[in-house]
């Protein structure tokens, strides 16, 4: 980092303008650092906002791309300040006329290294997560809200078309004897009048022995009673299995905590009739 005087002879102003220029190159170098640093942290969020797809979770995760940015924040904050010491230091050298000695390239041969092994380190990290993105065992456990979260709507994942989906749900229903009350197909209602649409059945499904203390203990859950699950295929050909949060149905009707166990059996056979 030095820019090296005669031995044996005073500073003049040309070494103090190059002392300077060195600082600034430092300086240059740690505003990088703590820039791309910072761009590196947020990755996480930008591959969420690039990765849209329908019904896409919205999760509080920034994975390993934080750890990287945090490093790199913290190198070029490093890098400034050990600038700016060497600097202040060089200069008291020059004002003293001491003898300045070529300078060492170990900080520039350490931070080579050290973004060496970030950049590494980020490539493994996006090879990572790109496997995990189209992994299909990860996108059929994928639960999520969806546009609106505060309708109170979660869907999951299905790895079948929809007419599968409806059998699977239909046989886990019988078989928890369950009762049916309808099956509503809006896509082949949509066919009758001349429409297209794309697959979509609503399976409208309850049991008296848990409905009805509910209605007692709140009324109104009788708007969302029988309990209903949708079965649809969107633009992309991606079946989802749309239901009402119990949570959001608790705190809309405000029964007691301790029956929303009646109709937490609408997420355990969502995820029975899409795996």
Do not use: C
Not at 24 to 34: C, D, F, K, Q
Not at 188 to 206: D, Q, S, W
Request: hydrophobic residues 45%; aromatic residues 6%; proline residues 5%.
């Amino acid at each position: 980092m030095d820019q090296p005087t005669q031995p044996g002879r005073t500073a003049d102003l040309r070494d103090y303008l190059a002392a300077e220029r060195t600082l600034l190159a430092w300086i240059r170098t740690g505003l990088a650092l703590m820039g791309f640093g910072f761009v590196v942290a947020r990755f996480a969020l930008f591959l969420q906002q690039v990765h849209v797809v329908p019904h896409a979770p919205s999760v509080e995760s920034s994975g390993l791309s934080l750890w990287f940015g945090t490093a790199l924040i913290v190198a070029g904050v490093a890098v400034n300040l050990f600038s700016a010491w060497h600097h202040a230091r060089l200069v008291r050298s020059m004002d003293r006329s001491q003898t300045i000695t070529a300078h060492s390239t170990a900080p520039a041969v350490a931070i080579s290294l050290f973004l060496a092994l970030v950049g590494i380190g980020m490539a493994i990290y996006l090879i990572s997560v790109r496997d995990s993105a189209y992994s299909p065992s990860e996108n059929i456990k994928e639960i999520s809200m969806a546009a609106n979260p505060s309708n109170g709507i979660l869907s999951k994942a299905s790895n079948h078309s929809v007419d599968e989906t409806l059998e699977k749900l239909q046989r886990t229903l019988q078989a928890k004897g369950v009762t049916v009350f309808a099956v509503v197909d809006h896509s082949g209602e949509a066919e009758k009048a001349g429409l297209k649409m794309p697959p979509t059945k609503l399976v409208i499904f309850g049991n008296p022995k848990a409905g009805t203390p509910l209605m007692l203990a709140a009324p109104s859950t009788a708007i969302d009673l029988p309990l209903k699950i949708l079965i649809s295929e969107d633009a992309q050909g991606k079946v989802w299995i749309s239901y009402s949060s119990p949570e959001y149905l608790q705190q809309r009707h405000g029964f007691p905590k301790e029956l929303l166990q009646n109709v937490a059996v609408v997420e355990t056979l969502a995820s029975s009739a899409g795996a």
